[in-house]
Nanobody
Framework: QVQLEESGGGLVQPGGSLRLSCTIS????????LAWFRQAPGTEREFVGA???????YYSDSVKGRFTISRDNAKNTVYLQMNGLKPEDTAVYFC??????????????????WGQGTQVTVSS
């Protein structure tokens, strides 16, 4: 069974940067995809970005150009580099893993494994 564990959240000022990490343990099948979602209080879980089948990256419009997802297969870790952070980026960030089809890469139902989440707060 795949387990995911996020780390790296915290408090950062607007305009600052933060890097989240997600460590993967357990067997993953070929084409396993990893994604980041976030959820602010009172809102639905929102897609941030994904590495689809280890090759193609996708991002939501709200973070495109500011956030970058990368994957280190040797370390079984996926990263979310967040630059130019804004107060509206404040949320709990979740790492997700699974084998979604392309049409579900940006939806929570495309993934079957989830981390516990890490809080990111952007405030002065």
């Amino acid at each position: 069974q795949v387990q995911l564990e996020e780390s790296g959240g915290g408090l950062v000022q607007p305009g600052g940067s933060l890097r989240l990490s997600c460590t993967i343990s357990g067997p993953t099948e070929s084409g396993y995809s990893l994604a980041w979602f976030r959820q602010a209080p009172g809102t639905e879980r929102e897609f941030v970005g994904a590495i689809f089948r280890k090759t193609r990256s996708y991002y939501s419009d709200s973070v495109k150009g500011r956030f970058t997802i990368s994957r280190d297969n040797a370390k079984n870790t996926v990263y979310l580099q967040m630059n130019g952070l804004k107060p509206e980026d404040t949320a709990v960030y979740f790492c997700a893993g699974g084998v979604p089809i392309l049409s579900t890469v940006d939806t929570p139902r495309g993934y079957r494994s989830w981390g516990q989440g890490t809080q990111v707060t952007v405030s002065s």
